[in-house]
């Protein structure tokens, strides 16, 4: 906590918070041969149902682009997804046959951790703390 104020500090809180969660989650994923991060990204573009520009992924992640497309090289790299140009300068993800296994492969192991976490809170309060997190969210996009 700092010296100066009554309240720990919001960021410092919110990503030891995230690297332990992160943890439990990249743990479960582990046997599928994939991060937290790369799960993430993998049901975003599956659930686009069809190529999504990255720039819009990037978007829906909270990720700056550049990140964005570190994330995906290796992702790419395993033949999960490939990357087209789009229209004008855009370019576009697509979930390809292997990289739809790899996320089904996956799924049991998300399913535990997250049975993990939410059922150490309970349903309600984390229905609570997605709410708040989901606003918080918010307020900081419109705060940059």
């Known amino acids: 906590m700092c010296m100066h104020q009554d309240t720990a500090c919001a960021c410092t809180t919110l990503r030891k918070t ?34 999504i520009p990255l720039s819009r992924l990037a978007e829906a992640l909270v990720m700056d682009r550049s990140s964005l497309y570190r994330a995906l090289a290796p992702i790419e790299a395993k033949g999960w997804i490939v990357t087209a140009a789009g229209q004008g300068k855009s370019r576009l993800a697509a979930l390809t046959p292997a990289g739809a296994a790899a996320l089904e492969g996956a799924v049991p192991g998300w399913e535990a951790a997250q049975k993990q976490i939410v059922g150490a809170m309970g349903k309600d309060m984390w229905v609570g703390l997605e709410f708040a997190l989901r606003a918080l969210t918010g307020l900081a996009l419109k705060a940059h």
């Open 18 to 51: 995230a690297r332990a969660v992160g943890r439990v989650y990249d743990e479960a994923l582990a046997e599928a041969g994939m991060t937290t991060a790369q799960f993430a990204v993998l049901r975003h573009v599956a659930r686009a149902g069809e190529p």
